[in-house]
């Protein structure tokens, strides 16, 4: 086919990786879901609430997401610039130090190392190991893009330019903080100024961990599936620059109605409005292309979890802006609602659209096919019931949270006591636990068929060796 | 357009973009942090004792934010449930804030002050006995867990604050749970507050 290795080692490597961290993600949620219904689950120190909080959420963010990121970026990387690597045993060190990080990350998170900044938690010496991972990738990237063997850069190489820097300065300016001992810091912002750049950063990093490098991926693999080229290249130029100008606007719709100063609330709230338009420029780009032959939904098993993926994605950006007015705001904000938004965006965009890839690539790798098109489907179908029933229950849930908090009597007293409310989630909270057991066979069902195909795959290998 | 040198030079892809993302971020960060009205300071607040502070670091180990806030907006119904709004001066000394993003369980930024030491105390140990239907974990081992009154005093030559030898030597002792305990009651406190009139 070409004369050169690809370095298919190290991207199998980062795939599995993050397969398994996401499986520890996946169990940890489920444990935290029936610990909000029944606290004689939590066992203290170590698998309390609070705790695991915050495993799940940076095991699934930086474990599954970035360990995706890494791997599925280096294999989209290769193709794009018809070349290896530049550093591969680099990239192969990259591999080890990311697991070693993600393993100290995880017990550091257990101990109780917090810095209590949401999507920041981790203590200084790890984020100092974070930064080291990301100047490994940097370098790596444009390494390999500066000399690459094709003139163009075609748009998911833009996608991973942006999220490399974007990361970087998000990721530095946020854990600057002043260490006090080995395992210990504080912020070295205080009071407003520290929650203005906690969720600058926060929001950002949906943005350029949940977001751009997707798209990176969405705009790669779509075509390569379906055979079917981008509709509008114009449009993903405008969708790409207006994305990446706006986003970064948008924290403070965070810290609505909190003493952080109002202007930077209302600007936060209109370009969170604004963004619709990029966002929806790339579902657009989506739907289109797969619109000039409908029937690949059908007959071609990748499709329908990419357009369902960019479809969670553009439902996503509108409830997500739709949530930052100040009218909405008041009544679902701290509620159970925004939960339910975070995971239609994580389970239903980012989990689809990692899956397609790695569906994709799995095969590649080996020069074969997927194990099993039915597995996949059954998959596919669990994993939609999962995270519809999930995200629908909590933003049942949180509205009538919201609701009841703001309840007052004719005479202008509170309608309801916090613990009034309180155990009216019960049966919701219930549900979501059976919703996140739905979507946890279904990444089953995804795991056995990847590991089937590789079996498959190394069969083929040694028979031909 | 899409045959501009831009899209061929990584490097000079790479300076726009970080151009691009940083408009924003001067004009919401930096700016702002520059300005007098991101870093207030109420008459009354003070700095964290020792006590107070390691119960903080408490409050930071087993990621209370994840369930709490400590925020009340400026809305009819959440000053009636936990007293004044907060203000944007009550935080000069929370590296970082705490104000959170989730209530699980109610806001805290009034609770200082509202219920006697030995309330907390016993809610932290067994909440259910309180309220049957909360859902909030047993605190009760945090009594087992002695503070290292050196590690507190590190803490607070790090933040700058100020405190008396004794503060130290009379943490001796004491437990994460009494710290804990002590932090609850300094928060929100260096505001007035009118009662609220329910839970």
Redesign the interface.
């Known amino acids: 086919m070409s004369d050169y290795q690809y370095d298919n080692q190290t991207v199998k490597g980062f795939i599995l990786s993050s397969i398994f961290w996401g499986v520890v993600g996946i169990v940890v949620g489920l444990l935290l879901s029936i610990?909000?219904?029944?606290?004689s689950h939590?066992f203290?120190?170590f698998f309390?609430?609070?705790?695991l909080?915050?495993v799940h959420t940076n095991g699934l963010a930086f474990g599954l997401g970035i360990g995706a990121i890494f791997g599925i970026s280096y294999y989209i990387l290769m193709r794009l610039t018809k070349r290896p690597l530049l550093f591969p045993k680099l990239a192969r060190f990259h591999l080890h130090l990311f697991n070693v990080a993600i393993a100290l990350a995880a017990v550091s998170l257990f101990a109780?190392?917090?810095?209590?900044?949401?999507y920041a938690e981790l203590e200084w010496p790890l984020d100092i190991g974070v930064v080291i991972l990301w100047v490994i990738f940097a370098v790596n990237v444009?390494g390999t893009?500066?000399k690459r063997k094709e003139?163009?850069?075609y748009i998911s190489?833009?996608y991973i330019?942006?999220t490399?820097?974007?990361v970087a300065?998000l990721y530095i300016?946020n854990n600057l903080s002043?260490?006090?001992?080995l395992f210990?810091?504080?912020?070295?912002?205080?009071?407003?100024?520290?929650?203005?750049?906690?969720w600058?950063y926060g929001h950002n990093a949906v943005g350029f961990i949940f977001t751009t490098p997707i798209l990176a991926m969405f705009y790669y693999f779509l075509p390569k599936s379906t055979g079917m080229p981008i509709y509008s290249?114009?449009l993903s130029?405008i969708a790409f620059?207006s994305l990446?100008?706006?986003?970064?606007?948008?924290?403070?719709h965070?810290?609505v109605?909190?003493?952080?100063?109002d202007w930077?609330q209302t600007?936060?709230i209109v370009?969170t409005i604004f963004l619709i338009a990029p966002s929806w420029g790339s579902v657009v780009n989506g739907f289109y292309t797969v619109g000039a032959d409908w029937s690949k939904m059908r007959t071609n098993y990748l499709t329908k979890f990419f357009i369902w993926g960019i479809a969670f994605y553009g439902l996503q950006t509108v409830q997500g802006p739709t949530q930052a007015l100040r009218v909405v705001s008041?009544l679902i904000h701290?509620?159970d609602w925004?939960?339910g938004h975070v995971h239609m965006g994580t389970m239903g965009w980012v989990t689809m659209t990692v899956a397609a890839c790695i569906y994709y690539i799995i095969p590649k790798i080996y020069n074969t096919e997927i194990y099993s098109e039915k597995v996949a489907n059954i998959h596919f179908w669990l994993v939609l019931i999962g995270q519809l029933m999930f995200s629908i229950t909590m933003w049942i849930t949180g509205i009538q949270q919201g609701a009841m908090?703001?309840?007052?009597n004719p005479d202008?007293?509170?309608k309801y006591?916090?613990?009034e409310v309180?155990?009216k989630n019960?049966p919701y909270w219930q549900l979501r636990t059976v919703a996140g057991l739905i979507f946890t066979v279904g990444m089953l069902f995804f795991i056995y068929n990847i590991h089937m195909t590789i079996r498959k795959g190394k069969a083929l290998v040694a028979a031909k060796a | 357009m899409a045959n501009s040198v831009l899209y061929k030079n990584p490097i000079l892809f790479a300076v726009v973009v970080t151009v691009v993302v940083l408009i924003g971020t001067v004009v919401t960060l930096f700016y702002p942090m520059m300005t007098a009205e991101m870093h207030p300071k109420l008459e009354g607040l003070k700095p964290y004792t020792p006590l107070e502070l390691a119960g903080k670091d408490v409050y930071q180990q087993e990621g209370c934010i994840g369930c709490h806030t400590q925020t009340v907006r400026p809305l009819k119904a959440e000053v009636l449930r936990y007293g004044e709004y907060s203000k944007a001066g009550e935080f000069a000394y929370d590296q970082p804030f705490l104000w959170g993003s989730k209530r699980t369980g109610p806001d805290l930024a009034r609770i200082g002050g509202k219920y006697p030491d030995a309330w907390h105390q016993m809610h932290f140990e067994d909440p259910q006995s309180f309220f049957a239907e909360s859902n909030m974990p047993k605190y009760g081992w945090l009594k087992n867990n002695k503070l290292n009154p050196s590690d507190v005093e590190a803490h607070m030559k790090a933040l700058g604050f100020p405190y008396k030898p004794d503060e130290i030597t009379a943490l001796n002792g004491k437990s994460e749970l009494d710290a804990l305990v002590a932090y609850m009651q300094v928060i929100g406190t260096a505001v007035k507050k009118p009662a609220a009139q329910t839970e």
């Open positions: 610990q909000m219904w029944s606290p939590n203290p120190p309390t609430f609070g705790r909080r915050v109780g190392m917090n810095q209590s900044l949401e444009f893009i500066i003139e163009q850069m190489l833009w330019i942006a490399v820097v974007a300065v300016v002043i260490p006090a001992g210990k810091s504080y912020h070295l912002f205080a009071g407003v100024n520290s929650a203005n750049v906690e600058w290249h114009r130029i620059w990446t100008f706006g986003y970064l606007w948008t924290g403070a965070h810290l109605y909190t003493p952080l100063p930077i600007l936060a370009f008041q701290y509620t925004v939960p908090w703001k309840a007052v202008g007293t509170l006591t916090f613990m309180l155990s019960y």
